[in-house]
């Protein structure tokens, strides 16, 4: 483990939910040196080794967090609020999926997408944060 793998682990394991771009932010505190170029190819090595893992929580950049770091995201499509939710409101679904297709659903490895209690409350929203 080089010292700037070891950095880009601790910035993952530090923000727990984060783009590359945070990560490299974060590591270019104590590192300047550092580009994004680094950044991506340790991601993809820490991941490969099964030190973290990545999710798309949305639009754009996937977000890294450590490997066990594990739930399900509830992420609203309107405001772009991400909340947590144990894997196990999946467990019947997971069932029924290895009975009816043999899929086996990781679900700690999921992000959902809908509306969340306040946007759903808020009047006069006509369009997704997106614009579609």
């Given at each position: 483990?080089?010292?700037?793998?070891?950095?880009?682990?601790?910035?993952?394991?530090?923000?727990?939910?984060?783009?590359?771009?945070?990560?490299?932010?974060?590591?270019?505190?104590?590192?300047?040196?550092?580009?994004?170029?680094?950044?991506?190819?340790?991601?993809?090595?820490?991941?490969?080794?099964?030190?973290?893992r990545?999710?798309?929580?949305?639009?754009g950049?996937?977000?890294?967090?450590?490997?066990?770091?594990?739930?399900?995201?509830?992420?609203?499509?309107?405001?772009?609020?991400v909340?947590?939710?144990?894997?196990?409101?999946?467990?019947?679904?997971?069932?029924?999926?290895?009975?009816?297709?043999?899929?086996?659903?990781?679900?700690?490895?999921v992000?959902?997408?809908?509306?969340?209690?306040d946007?759903?409350?808020?009047e006069?929203?006509?369009s997704?944060?997106?614009?579609?």
């Amino acid at each position: 483990m080089t010292p700037q793998r070891q950095l880009v682990l601790d910035a993952v394991l530090d923000l727990e939910h984060a783009t590359p771009e945070q990560i490299c932010a974060q590591v270019q505190l104590s590192a300047p040196a550092v580009n994004i170029t680094t950044i991506y190819r340790t991601l993809d090595l820490l991941e490969r080794l099964g030190l973290v893992r990545h999710n798309h929580l949305g639009h754009g950049a996937p977000s890294y967090s450590p490997q066990g770091h594990e739930h399900v995201h509830l992420v609203c499509h309107w405001c772009g609020t991400v909340a947590e939710v144990s894997p196990n409101l999946l467990h019947e679904l997971g069932e029924r999926l290895g009975r009816d297709a043999g899929f086996q659903l990781d679900a700690t490895h999921v992000a959902l997408s809908g509306t969340c209690a306040d946007c759903a409350r808020a009047e006069g929203a006509s369009s997704p944060q997106d614009g579609s």
